[in-house]
């Protein structure tokens, strides 16, 4: 089944663990991207990836950093989380950046940081 | 900086009503999205648009690309409870990036 997975689905921390959030798919995709999405701020690009070792800032880097060192991998990294961190993420993939290609959406992870 | 408005942010109405959720930017975007999404799921695509003044219908469903390209609507006919979910408009206005809407939360009562 094609799909994107996300893990771990919840997560309750604290200010300044660091943790990784891993996101993989198995459709081969070349383009991958992480979203925050915040009540009536909707859905915000933090980074994306057009291919293997290809990565960019979305519109809310600040605070987080990717890796894409496989194709069906791409991790997001909190080095020193905070509460203003507290957030809805999302993975997606899609075939390629360009045109109207399909996004396609992991199920999500819940971060809490107190 | 929020370049897509979608309004209405919220919809509560009962079954068998119509109903237009619009999505505005003052960006010209190469091309559109609509995306559906339900409590403890991501997104899922709807329809895409890519030419100005273009109308797709999915069953009950009828999306419109501004001939402009910067606006959008989905109209729904004779609304039914399953319905209910999350819509989020999403542009691309570069080959790279993608704006999403903050949604309409809509719901339809039985």
């Known amino acids: 089944e094609a799909q994107v997975t996300q893990n771990p689905r919840y997560l309750i921390t604290v200010t300044g663990k660091k943790l990784t959030v891993t996101c993989s798919q198995n459709?081969?995709?070349?383009?991958m991207s992480w979203y925050r999405q915040d009540p009536g701020l909707g859905l915000r690009q933090i980074y994306y990836s057009m291919n293997v070792e290809v990565t960019d800032k979305g519109d809310v880097p600040e605070g987080y950093k990717v890796s894409r060192k496989e194709k069906r991998n791409f991790p997001l990294i909190l080095e020193s989380p905070s509460p203003n961190q507290t957030s809805l993420y999302f993975c997606?993939?899609?075939?390629?950046?360009?045109?109207?290609?399909?996004?396609?959406f992991g199920p999500g992870t819940r971060l809490t940081v107190t | 900086t929020q370049l897509l408005e979608q309004s209405p942010q919220f919809l509560s109405i009962q079954e068998g009503e119509n109903l237009t959720v619009y999505c505005n930017s003052s960006s010209v975007f190469s091309s559109l999205q609509w995306y559906r999404q339900e409590p403890g799921e991501g997104p899922v695509l709807l329809v895409t648009v890519v030419t100005g003044g273009e109308v797709k219908k999915l069953k009950r469903l009828t999306f419109q690309f501004g001939d402009a390209r910067k606006d959008s609507s989905l109209h729904i006919t004779a609304a039914q409870p399953g319905d209910t979910g999350l819509y989020l408009c999403?542009?691309?206005?570069?080959?790279?990036?993608?704006?999403f809407g903050a949604g309409t939360r809509l719901t339809v009562k039985p």
């Open positions: 999403a542009g691309r206005y570069n080959n790279n990036d993608m704006r």
């Open positions: 459709m081969n995709h070349e383009y």
């Open positions: 997606a993939s899609s075939l390629a950046a360009s045109g109207g290609m399909e996004q396609y």
